[in-house]
């Protein structure tokens, strides 16, 4: 339910942040002199792409989505936009009057749809556009890309080979076919109530309906051959069809009312979406604010190298904004190699780690901050706790004890595979100094292509000793991610471990994964998470590095600028402006 990816997410900051340890200031959200509550005008929304699809059942890409779900398509449920991260992961209805009813049980959710919610040519969305929206992903062979969740909950049966006995609303059946009358018992309308049956509690399922994979689709409207169309229900529509590789328009859809909408402010008449831009180009326009790049703002995060250029000139701070991406770097010791499968050697391979070094060739610290965890700042979930000790430097001297209680020899030798670029081949080596100060005899080897292929496969298991990986959540829960990383019944079969590649088992983290989707309470069940976070680290199932972070620039004459971590990190589409 996470997302392994390259993918970028993150969150605006405010005020000073020290990164790396140094003294620098990050650029903060802008001040309350650059907002604006008037609408109109043209804004410019440049980004390298390339967009692959428009489609709520195909979208995958988290910056995709955050753009989609702020300006032509709405969910049940969304995150609040808020200037102040620490609301930002606070779940509210948006089609749905609310954050939705469970039962008892959390076997089944409810959700209550507005009255006056109109798709773009007028008629209104109903229960059972979100009916048939969800029901595509339930034909995988015509709508691949996005999210399966719906696949996974829903009280749908499955064939013994896996496969839901549902094959999805362009699949040719009987009208009794079995699978249809499976997926009207699991998802079904009664008015403007949608309920959804789930195979087993779910306690957060109103924050998984958040996903676009849950928005409504128009039936006589689908055209699933085309990933690229858009018939919107949101504050924008497409003036004229898609052009991949080079954008479109987005204009008012007139029948969108601002009383049925507590997410979008919608300022701009019109968005201006350009792709195929390099996107240090695309900085370096919007820096230079010319003509066409006074209202303009960039999609993509400006390269490293001009980061440190825009932190320092104050003109271009005061129209920058930093996000911690939610992306967090992090190791998976391979409990099956000799070293690491002893705790000790965990725990000293932890307190060894300097993440302020790997920040630090990074990029610094407008790329990344050092995590101490895979819970990203913004979840509720996340905590301060640093169960090892290691600080953000690294303590190499009470590392070099924990090896010994371990009863190795040193130096220790470990083999590290990691994904090469430029930049991750300068983090990794930064980290070499403390864990050879410690006592490790480090080996470093940098994979390219199909990286998490080769580290799943079952020869990666006697190969190396230590992997590199990286993970987002899907929403804000942390079961977006402890479970698909570190539940092994779920994960490690015969043909690989799946993405717990440390092949981490416990028996007890299991149980207890499997107990924590009950709590109904979400304050208590983000607690247990948390809790849970702390064991798996003291056990040493990973080592969270860094959690990269983004920096955002537009042109002057836009306003109200800011990014959502809880959506991704992007930039929050739901109230930029433009200064008329």
Not at 112 to 130: F, I, K, M, Q
Not at 344 to 364: C, F, K, S
């Amino acid at each position: 339910m996470g997302l392994v990816v390259a993918l970028i997410a993150g969150v605006a900051g405010f005020a000073l942040l020290r990164g790396d340890g140094g003294d620098e200031e990050l650029p903060s959200q802008v001040s309350a002199r650059e907002r604006t509550d008037e609408k109109g005008g043209t804004l410019r929304a440049m980004s390298l792409g390339p967009v692959t699809s428009w489609d709520p059942q195909r979208i995958a890409a988290r910056d995709d989505a955050a753009f989609a779900g702020r300006t032509f398509l709405r969910t049940l449920t969304a995150y609040q936009p808020s200037t102040d991260p620490r609301n930002q992961a606070r779940l509210i209805g948006d089609l749905a009057k609310d954050a939705g009813t469970p039962n008892k049980e959390l076997t089944s959710w409810s959700f209550t749809l507005r009255e006056g919610v109109a798709w773009e040519d007028g008629s209104p969305v109903t229960c059972e556009d979100v009916k048939y929206g969800v029901s595509r992903t339930f034909s995988t062979t015509a709508i691949t890309g996005g999210s399966t969740d719906a696949l996974a909950v829903l009280s749908v049966p499955k064939k013994p080979d896996g496969a839901s006995i549902y094959a999805g609303p362009f699949a040719k059946v009987a009208a009794n076919d079995p699978g249809v009358a499976a997926y009207d018992k699991a998802v079904s309308c009664k008015g403007a109530t949608i309920t959804f049956n789930l195979s087993s509690p779910v306690s957060d399922f109103n924050e998984m309906v958040s996903q676009p994979a849950f928005a409504p689709v128009k039936k006589d409207k689908d055209d699933a051959e085309n990933a690229l169309t858009v018939f919107s229900n949101g504050p924008y529509r497409l003036e004229a069809p898609w052009r991949a590789s080079t954008g479109g328009t987005w204009v008012r859809n007139e029948h969108w009312k601002p009383t049925t909408d507590e997410v979008r402010r919608a300022f701009p008449d019109r968005i201006e979406y350009q792709e195929g831009i390099e996107t240090q180009t695309v900085a370096q326009q919007i820096m230079a604010d010319g003509e066409r790049a006074r209202a303009a703002v960039s999609l993509g995060s400006a390269p490293p190298a001009l980061q440190q250029h825009i932190v320092n000139v104050d003109a271009l701070k005061d129209r920058s904004v930093t996000a911690g991406t939610g992306l967090i770097d992090y190791l998976a010791p391979n409990v099956k190699s000799p070293v690491m499968q002893k705790p000790q050697a965990r725990a000293a391979l932890a307190v060894a780690t300097n993440r302020e070094a790997y920040v630090t060739a990074l990029g610094g610290a407008t790329t990344g901050r050092p995590a101490t965890s895979l819970i990203p700042e913004v979840l509720p979930a996340h905590h301060d706790e640093d169960p090892m000790g290691a600080g953000g430097r690294g303590d190499a001297g009470r590392a070099k004890v924990l090896l010994g209680e371990a009863g190795l020899t040193l130096p220790v030798p470990i083999r590290v595979a990691y994904r090469s670029s430029p930049v991750a081949d300068k983090a990794m080596a930064a980290l070499v100094a403390g864990w050879t100060e410690a006592g490790f005899a480090p080996t470093l080897t940098p994979l390219k292509d199909e990286y998490f292929t080769t580290i799943s496969a079952p020869a990666a298991a006697t190969s190396y000793d230590v992997f590199w990986s990286n993970w987002a959540p899907a929403w804000a829960s942390a079961s977006t991610i402890l479970p698909a990383l570190f539940d092994s019944s779920i994960n490690i079969t015969p043909s690989g471990p799946g993405r717990d590649y440390g092949y981490f088992a416990d028996t007890n983290v299991n149980a207890e994964i499997r107990r924590i989707p009950t709590v109904a309470d979400r304050t208590e069940r983000e607690k247990a998470w948390a809790s849970l976070d702390v064991k798996l680290q003291r056990q040493g199932a990973y080592i969270a590095l860094a959690e990269r972070r983004s920096l955002f620039i537009a042109g002057s004459e836009v306003r109200n600028l800011s990014a959502n971590e809880a959506i991704g990190g992007v930039v929050e589409f739901a109230d930029i402006a433009v200064q008329q």
